[in-house]
Nanobody, 124 residues
Framework: QVQLVESGGGLVQAGGSLRLSCAAS????????MGWFRQAPGKEREFVAA????????YYTDSVKGRFTISRDNAKNTVYLQMNSLKPEDTAVYYC?????????????????WGQGTQVTVSS
């Protein structure tokens, strides 16, 4: 089992920044690929960013490229999502997820473990 706890969400004005954290406990964190997803009201959960277990490979959805950065600290069992130049359309509940894999994964169905989510609200 892997337990994931997100933090760092909140209310921010458009153009502002937030850094989300996802702390993992349980199995060996470095063996897991990690991803960030989001879900806005009335919409399906969508992929945001993913990182391989070593941190050497990352992948982003087009709408956040150049604005968001995913990173991980395997010594702290934590993955981060730095979000800059936030837009109102980034408003959603953000979830982190984990899968026992070496590779970057963008498909939510591939992930076995999920956190409870953290709310991000961007005002215009």
């Amino acid at each position: 089992q892997v337990q994931l706890v997100e933090s760092g969400g909140g209310l921010v004005q458009a153009g502002g920044s937030l850094r989300l954290s996802c702390a993992a406990s349980g199995r060996t964190f470095r063996n897991y690929a990690m991803g960030w997803f989001r879900q806005a009201p009335g919409k399906e959960r969508e992929f945001v960013a993913a990182i391989s277990w070593s941190g050497s490979n990352t992948y982003y959805t087009d709408s956040v490229k150049g604005r968001f950065t995913i990173s991980r600290d395997n010594a702290k069992n934590t993955v981060y999502l730095q979000m800059n130049s936030l837009k109102p359309e980034d408003t959603a509940v953000y979830y982190c997820a984990a899968k026992s894999s070496a590779f970057v994964i963008a498909t939510p169905e591939e992930y076995r473990y999920w956190g409870q989510g953290t709310q991000v609200t961007v005002s215009s």
